[in-house]
């Protein structure tokens, strides 16, 4: 197969748009029925499926067996969240005749936006790729899906793709509900077509900011859903140091090199008290093998971004070997908290692959200090032990990430209600991403009906409440 | 007062910056009392209010008083949503360590997101200004606000400020919570500080997208919710022009002439059947009076839109009379749909003031096709008899609008939990405005904790529930 041209771009971007007139009249249960039955067609070929992502990624068939289990009950979630139909947030106010001014009745929903381009990820070629979270959650809500094919994995991009259009077309979704395309300028073709209503994206702060900018540059700018970059800063406490150093080594030693360290939520930058039991236990828990990476320009990354870190006065290598240039072995780097002060832009600049940066702190103040000149991040964690006067370390730490973790790492997303996958800028642009139940409301937009006559208004607003759905009704919540 | 400088916009913002971390322990209840303070302040000072505001305005007293209630009203009602809780969207997942994998204890809630910089409208000098929704929801979530003074009435804007900033200090809220600014270059100073981190916008197409395109193109850009233009088409079929004509072009003379058209929901474009009894009326309930624009570029707009307007070939003004450069008397001018298809761009650019196009249709293909090319509107109206076969109509209407309107006249927005004030691009840049409910989830972003003790968890998020709000848990709704 070879890129999309933009003929075909155009084409299905049509067959998009007037896919999302035809899903405007589905419900939540019947969409749902949709995303199990494309689950289970994953689940059936994940012999298939696992096999050719591993030739393509190298992530290793347990890995990514797990991950086609991960991305199946992520459609089935999804699914769940569409037949519960809160995400409608269906809202009815009755009519108050006696108010002043006098009040109509209004019944407000949200409704899908419209046809959504999906950018697939390099490191999640289920999870985040073909069928991950953009899609699920936008077919969930009723928006046909576009996925730019991400060209790590294209095989398992094509496969995927056979599978989902298929599993959809038996259970009786509308022609044009999802289509996948190929080729960078295709991504870009994408973003520029009049009929695509939102992108989402998850990969490089350059690739992203680039795709952001673009869909607001539009002559009618489109929402960008983006997940760009992340240090995941993780703090120790002396206590927390002194009670379990070992314990917390061989933790980080296992959360920063997981699948070569190509996570989004990869441990990036470790603050440990100067002279500390993981600093020195470290090294020895990292492995020398070098592992072959997703892409050689991720590869090439690692490998500038290793040679960068390297030249900071200050700065040393406390361990790594040598590897291939299409592969990254571990590499842990060591600095002081005076070094980074000065050196914070490379120190904190994002090295993707299995690489960790320890910092050595006298007091917390310098560690707080230090976490308020890096950006936004998807997570931070702290391990402390009861009785350590942590207050001014989580207020340090939520100013800058989405989630916050105690006595954990931060590789390892739960796909739960309550899950939140984002953070301020770079982590993402976004309140929202493909993470989480509320991943959905990123693709619906409001409606209110004033005073319309109940033969018009949507199912979820009538005042019989067909659906059943969690409802507000005259300001009180009837769940 | 003169133009806020550079260095005052500077000390301000960090002064927000600060306010912002102390906003963080607060509660909703803390704040929707602040709000209360705020609102009877202004009650206390409605007179010299609307004499203030009428000399810079002209909109009248009885409007000006009307506005005034409604904008006190909307403070107690964001005071009120505050105070009930669920806008947190608080959902808890306790840890199941017999999944596979083993899922943590997870628990979500929505933080305030820093200082937000507010520019006001023109057209409503107290429910779209200085105290006005945007302020209203962001100070009811915890956020700091800085607005931006519309220079159309400068004197209502100082005196409004000092009393929100007076009641705000005697209520106990932090300093740096509210301040006003002024000046063109203020504004764009405010769009560009980093410790600003978003910007609500109410006001014309070329100021909104140029205020939005510098908010997305900053290192770290930010959200900007901006509403800017609207057509605010009405369709009215063959039989509700038989059966009630004489009381539709009252309703529509009423609408569109309502306080000079300077609402963003005056009804623009007007679709009736050829030889309707709506067309032949309405001249004769058109006012002769000029009436003073709310700013001088408004009047230029408005006299230039209608020279644009009448050198269209096919296009009639049956009613309007001259008036001064600073004024415009209302004028309805008349096209058929023929007319409308060649000369879209023209008969659909929004003129801010007493002016609505007829657009005399055959049949209601012809208004369905002329609506597809429509960009997004606030708000879509029908007026309809029973047996009508409307469904093509309001499916045309609801995927360029945010409100769909039965029977009724778009000016005029009800301050309920279920309004919605927005629309496709160019109503609206985001999904929510600073009218209804969810004006507030501007404002907000998730933050996740794992696995966290509860002495650092927000009150929301303990077992015990100390606020009493509604929470999802363990994937259920507990209202």
Known sequence: MSDTTPEQIDALARA???????????????????????????????????QLADQETALGETRLRGEVARTTGQLRLFGGVAEEGSYLEAVIDHADPAATPPRPDLRRILRPVGPVAVFAASNFPFAFSVAGGDTASALAVGCPVIVKAHPGHPLTSRRTADLVAG????????????????????????????????????????????LHDRAAARPTPI???????????????????ESR????AQGLAGSFQLGAGQFCTKPGVVFVPRDSTVAEKLPSLVGQAPHRMLTESIAAGFHRGLEHL???????????????DDSAAPVVVRADAATLAEHADTLFDEVFGPLTVLIDYDDE????SALSNLGGSLTGTLHAEDGDDVGDLVAALERIS??????????GVAVTWSQHHGGPYPATTSQHTSVGATAVRRFLRPIAYQDAPASVLPAALREENPLGIPRRVDGVLQP
Request: charged letters at 15%.
């Open 16 to 50: 998009a748009a007037r896919a999302h007139e035809a899903l405007l009249a589905t419900d939540g249960a019947e969409r749902a029925g949709w995303l199990r039955a494309v689950a289970d067609s994953l689940d059936a070929a994940v012999d298939e499926l696992v």
């Open 167 to 210: 599993a959809l077309q038996n259970a009786g979704a509308p022609e044009g509900t999802f289509a996948l395309v190929e080729g960078y300028d295709a991504g870009l073709a994408l973003v520029d077509h009049p009929a695509i209503a939102a992108v989402s994206f998850t990969g490089s702060v350059a690739g992203g900011r680039a």
């Open 223 to 241: 929402p960008f859903f983006g997940e760009l970059g992340s240090i995941n800063p993780v703090v120790i406490t002396r206590s927390a140091d």
């Open 245 to 248: 150093g070992d314990v917390l």
């Open 310 to 324: 390297s030249q900071v006065p200050g700065v040393t290598v406390v361990a790594g070997a040598e590897a291939p």
């Open 365 to 368: 103040q310098q560690v707080t």
């Open 402 to 411: 989405g989630r916050v973790l105690f006595q954990g790492w931060p590789t």
